[in-house]
């Protein structure tokens, strides 16, 4: 299943509910600290998972999970709610690389706006449906986000 990406006031959306409290959301998840969880406290936050209540910080400092930055926190909720449509507008550009790079379940509803997503040199394999379209290639979806979005990508239209 992949990560489904939607655009406030412009896509239909699927009906379930909306979390547009990122803070509250993520007090409801347990991290179970699989690959993902670890992955996006490593990239994002340069740190380290230790357990579901704690975490090690890019200084070395044991912290409790409440000090995760609200981007980290959307993410892992992301992944651990898929019953949920998560409301993405404080997730910052490092977290929102991060989610594109390796979540592959869950719906993120996004403001309306075109978003910069860093790539690397090499293109990195992605599981993101937006607009109806599958996109597999990093670096494609990178461009739409930064050209097109939050409107259709004209390929849909052919």
Known sequence: ??????FEGKNSLPDMPIERDIEA?????RLDGCEYDQTILR?????????????????GRTL???????GTKGALALWHRTD?????????????REIVKNCTRGALLLPADNYYIECKL?????????WGKHYTSMHEFAEYMI????????ESYD
């Open 64 to 70: 409790p999970r409440g000090f995760l930055s609200t």
């Open 84 to 96: 949920v449509i998560v409301w993405g507008a404080e997730i910052n550009y490092e977290a929102m």
């Open 25 to 29: 959301l993520f007090m409801e998840v």
């Open 43 to 59: 990239e994002v936050e340069k740190g380290q998972y230790l357990d579901h209540l704690q975490f090690i910080d890019r200084f």
């Open 147 to 154: 050209e097109v979005a939050p409107y259709e990508p004209k």
């Open 1 to 6: 299943m992949p990560l489904h990406i939607y």
């Open 122 to 130: 090499e293109d990195a394999e992605i599981d993101v449906v937006c």
